[in-house]
């Protein structure tokens, strides 16, 4: 789960992280408001989740409460498209007016969950301000790593010594360690699969502060962390992958145009495998889980068909808890319910009750392409030319 930055900003300040002053803003009088309260001149940022925004226009430098209005308004109620947003946008529904920094360096820090080092990895890094993962692409010797002991946690040396290796003078250092300290407290106490201040900045009179931040929070421990769960905005989210949570399905949205629906994270990741040794590209990630029944089982493939750039649906089930005849019921079912909205479908169903979900499917009239092997699957899906 993804969280603004104001409120990542709010969660830091609260550990003790230096933040530029600011506030938040859903109006323009707010904002003419907010920017006058830091003396006219300010930047008016918007909320939204996703990079790239000041190449989009979603941040702005005014010289005076006059023009933070106009910048205000020209944003909320507005869609935000970058790079990381596709062609339909995300909706502005605020802004973060804060004080203009006078910046003398900009630096990385950050936290993510690295499976190759089985846990926790604190990054740093000289190159702020940029994206990361082209930093790592282009000059990875730029990179600063420090794996994490689960059992130790993060160490104060390990603050300093990344402190060092970012050339930082005198005091800065154990300033800077402190920051990372504090960051990997917010990071490990919040249950995050994402912490990074990007960029870190020192100011030209000798500070450190955040001046962006951001925090993604391991959906699957957000049964302990309600507050954090009470700051998920799902208007900044895919409506499709909010609809599946309802079902609790495990869905993703994708660019391709096949649909899958496959019970099993493994399966469904060598099904988008097949998919792309077929010539194309899966629309989805569907793992609809061993326990599903007849009716999530329809409400996965009605969540398909909701999504315009699906050609087909591909299928593949290993029948376990979830039998195969349960699910060939519950794809009938959507059919049955939403008849204008069905596409072709492929379908592979080996397991419990194989052969009595095929005759289901068979029986349908449905149009059901039936395969035995993923190889079948493949040529299938090339044969639709989809």
């Known amino acids: 789960?993804?969280?603004?930055?104001?409120?990542?900003?709010?969660?830091?300040?609260?550990?003790?992280?230096?933040?530029?002053?600011?506030?938040?803003?859903?109006?323009?009088?707010?904002?003419?408001?907010?920017?006058?309260?830091?003396?006219?001149?300010?930047?008016?940022?918007?909320?939204?989740?996703?990079?790239?925004?000041?190449?989009?226009?979603?941040?702005?430098?005014?010289?005076?409460?006059?023009?933070?209005?106009?910048?205000?308004?020209?944003?909320?109620?507005?869609?935000?498209?970058?790079?990381?947003?596709?062609?339909?946008?995300?909706?502005?529904?605020?802004?973060?007016?804060?004080?203009?920094?006078?910046?003398e360096r900009e630096l990385y820090v950050g936290m993510v969950i690295d499976g190759a080092a089985l846990g926790a990895v604190v990054m740093a890094s000289d190159a702020g301000g940029m994206d990361i993962e082209e930093v790592a692409e282009q000059t990875p010797e730029r990179i600063l790593r420090a794996p994490v002991d689960p059992m130790l946690g993060f160490l104060p040396y390990q603050g300093r010594t990344l402190a060092y290796q970012l050339n930082l003078a005198g005091g800065l250092v154990r300033q800077a360690g402190t920051i990372i300290e504090r960051l990997y407290a917010v990071f490990d106490e919040n249950d995050c699969s994402l912490a990074e201040i990007n960029p870190l900045v020192v100011t030209r009179d000798g500070r450190l502060l955040a001046v962006d931040a951001k925090l993604d929070v391991d959906d699957d421990a957000l049964f302990r962390r309600a507050g954090i769960a009470e700051l998920r905005d799902e208007e900044q989210e895919d409506p499709l992958e909010v609809a599946a949570r309802q079902y609790d399905i495990n869905y993703v949205k994708l660019d391709g145009s096949i649909g899958c629906i496959v019970n099993g994270a493994g399966l469904a990741m060598a099904t988008m495998d097949v998919i792309a040794a077929a010539g194309t590209s899966p629309a989805n990630f569907l793992d609809i889980g061993g326990g599903a029944d007849e009716e999530k089982t329809a409400a996965s493939l009605s969540l398909v068909l909701k999504d315009p750039s699906v050609a087909i649906v591909f299928v593949n089930i290993f029948g376990g808890i979830l039998r195969c005849d349960v699910a060939a019921r519950g794809f009938v079912l959507t059919a049955e319910r939403e008849p204008d909205a069905m596409r072709p479908m492929v379908v592979r169903m080996l397991g419990a009750n194989a052969e009595e979900g095929r005759q289901i499917l068979v029986e349908s009239g449905l149009d059901v392409t039936l395969v035995d092997d993923l190889n079948q699957a493949a040529e299938a899906i090339k044969a639709t030319g989809a």
């Not at 230096?18 to 918007?46: H, N």
């Open 1 to 103: 789960m993804k969280i603004h930055e104001y409120q990542a900003k709010r969660i830091l300040a609260e550990r003790g992280v230096p933040v530029p002053r600011g506030s938040l803003a859903t109006t323009p009088d707010e904002a003419e408001q907010a920017a006058r309260d830091l003396g006219g001149r300010a930047v008016i940022k918007a909320q939204v989740h996703a990079g790239g925004r000041g190449r989009a226009g979603g941040v702005k430098l005014v010289d005076t409460s006059e023009e933070a209005r106009a910048a205000a308004d020209a944003m909320l109620g507005s869609r935000l498209v970058t790079p990381q947003t596709g062609a339909g946008g995300v909706p502005v529904r605020s802004v973060l007016v804060e004080e203009i920094i006078e910046v």
